[in-house]
Structures are given as structure tokens and as C-alpha cells.
């Protein structure tokens, strides 16, 4: 059994089909990556599977438990996690508070909350932070940090929510390339060594080509293309109607594409 299963979705807004029978599934500890031009419908498959918008059709199931109507605060306790933006309101606390706030609100600790919650799941948060490279920051606050480094912090408070599958769009949005590979690689890494399922969607083929398992391709709402990095490059409709012609995902940026070529 796949850990979501995501089946003839679809989905208008008024006349625009942004959604029309997609089906998918992701499998725990794999990344699958949803690409496609803008207006695709990534965000709003992407949307539907986290609960923030509702589908005309189809089923969303997660490890066989039909979620369509589960509000997205349900969804995120039965281990569907994604990460956001830190908020604007937050940037003045440190890094460490960020995240002990993630593992304070999962554990329902409201009547602790902050200030008086002083060192309540410190110690849990550095070990999220050391995962992701930020250790050395905790006491910081994150309006200090460079953009790549706020970029972990958000990841390390998603995973305080110990998520079985991590929604991500377009995780790398702004990033520098060489931050772009870096931020993938410690995803693909965390993922796998938890077994975390992730949806992700990206504009940036080298983070998709050399990282993602599976890659499905929208176009106008529809799966044109699915499969393994390697058949999606070539497929010839991909080529044409994605990237008119040229071949992509050339260069992948790890050995992971390689890894996933039969
Ligand atoms: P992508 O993320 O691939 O760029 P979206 O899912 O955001 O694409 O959008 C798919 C299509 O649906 C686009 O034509 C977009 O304009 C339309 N759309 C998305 N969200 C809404 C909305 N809330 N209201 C009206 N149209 C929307
Ligand atoms: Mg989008």
C-alpha cells in the first residue's frame, strides 16, 4: 500500500480545468516531484492533498484512510506536514524558539506557551536543528539568517511535526543554485533515512532530476508523462509540449538520478 494515493483528482475554477483525473501515489521514503509550466495545476493537486482546497473529484487516501474532507489541521496530526514560510511575527525569536514552538503546539502543550515555555523541548529542537545543519544558529534569531539557512529552519520545523509525507512547493523558490542542491540533498537525505514520503514541486530541473524518485509532468491540469527521471527526460511529448524540444535535465546534480536510472 502506497503512503498517499491520490485518485482522479480534479478540479475547476469557473471555466479553468485546473485539475482533470490525476492520479498518483507516493511511497514512504520517496520523493516525487510534480512539474510542469505555470498554471499546470501543481499548487492546487498540491493544495488538495494538504486539505486547503476541496476537490470537485476523486479521492485523496492516505495509508488507506480516505482524507478528502479532513480539514487540513487533522490532516497534519494523521502526519501530513508542509512547510511554510516562517511568519512575519516569529523572525524576532531565535531559531531554537522557532522550532521548540512547532514541538510545543504538536504536543498540545498550549497552557505552557511562550515565554514561560523557556527550555520546554529545547533539547528535541537542537537535535532537529543539528539534522539540518543549524545547530550552530540556534540562538540566533532568524531575521539574522541568510535566505538558504532560513530555508533549513522551515524544513526542521516541519519535521517537528513528525511527518509521514512532507508537502513542499517549490521548496528552493529564490534560493541560489548552489543552495538549491544543498537544501534537496538534505531533504532527500532526511526522507529517506526517515522514510518520509515527499510531494514536491520545483521550477529548478536540477533540483527535480537529481533528486526525485518519480516525476510526474502536468500540463493544462492533465498527467501527460510519469515515471522514473530517466523515461520522463526522454519522452518525447514531455520534450516537446515542456520544454519545446531541448533536452532536460541534462545535468543532474547528484548521484541520485543516476540511482533511480533501471
Ligand atoms: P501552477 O502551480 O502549476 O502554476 P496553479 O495550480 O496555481 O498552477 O493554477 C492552475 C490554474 O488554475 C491556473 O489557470 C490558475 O490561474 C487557476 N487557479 C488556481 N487557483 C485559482 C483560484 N483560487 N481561483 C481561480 N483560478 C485559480
Ligand atoms: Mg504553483
Redo the contacts with the bound molecule.
Keep these: 500500500m502506497s503512503l498517499l494515493s491520490v485518485e482522479q483528482l480534479g478540479?475547476s475554477?469557473?471555466g479553468?480545468?485546473?485539475?482533470r483525473g490525476v492520479t498518483f501515489a507516493v511511497d514512504a521514503g520517496k520523493l516525487l516531484a510534480?512539474i510542469?509550466?505555470?498554471?499546470?495545476?501543481?499548487?492546487?493537486?498540491?493544495?488538495m492533498v494538504g486539505g486547503q482546497?476541496a476537490p470537485d473529484t476523486g479521492r485523496v487516501v492516505l495509508a488507506g484512510e480516505d482524507i478528502t474532507a479532513t480539514p487540513p489541521r487533522h490532516r497534519w496530526r494523521l502526519g501530513v506536514g508542509r512547510t511554510f514560510q516562517i511568519a512575519q511575527t516569529f523572525v524576532s525569536m531565535t531559531v531554537a524558539e522557532n522550532v521548540q514552538m512547532a514541538l510545543i503546539s504538536l504536543n498540545r502543550r498550549t497552557r505552557a506557551w511562550w515565554p514561560a515555555a523557556g527550555a520546554l523541548y529545547r533539547d528535541e529542537a537542537v537535535a532537529l536543528l543539528e539534522r539540518v545543519g543549524m545547530a550552530d544558529n540556534a540562538d540566533r534569531p532568524c531575521s539574522e539568517l541568510a535566505y538558504g539557512d532560513v530555508k533549513r529552519v522551515e524544513l526542521a520545523i516541519a519535521l517537528a511535526g513528525t511527518p509521514k509525507l512532507l508537502l513542499m512547493?517549490e521548496p528552493t523558490a529564490g534560493m541560489a543554485p548552489k543552495e538549491r542542491a544543498q537544501l534537496m540533498e538534505l531533504t532527500a537525505g532526511i526522507a529517506r533515512e526517515r522514510t518520509i514520503g515527499v510531494l514536491f514541486?520545483e521550477h529548478d530541473m536540477d533540483a527535480v532530476f537529481g533528486h526525485a524518485d518519480d516525476i510526474i509532468v502536468?500540463v493544462r491540469?492533465e498527467i501527460i508523462a510519469a515515471g522514473r527521471p530517466a523515461e520522463v527526460r526522454n519522452n518525447a511529448r514531455v520534450r516537446q509540449v515542456y520544454l519545446g524540444g531541448t533536452e532536460i535535465g541534462a545535468r543532474p546534480s547528484s548521484q541520485a538520478a543516476e540511482a533511480a536510472q533501471p
Design positions: 478540479k475554477f469557473g479553468v480545468v485546473a485539475a510534480v510542469g509550466p505555470n498554471g499546470a495545476g501543481k499548487s492546487t493537486i498540491f493544495n482546497l512547493d514541486t502536468l491540469g
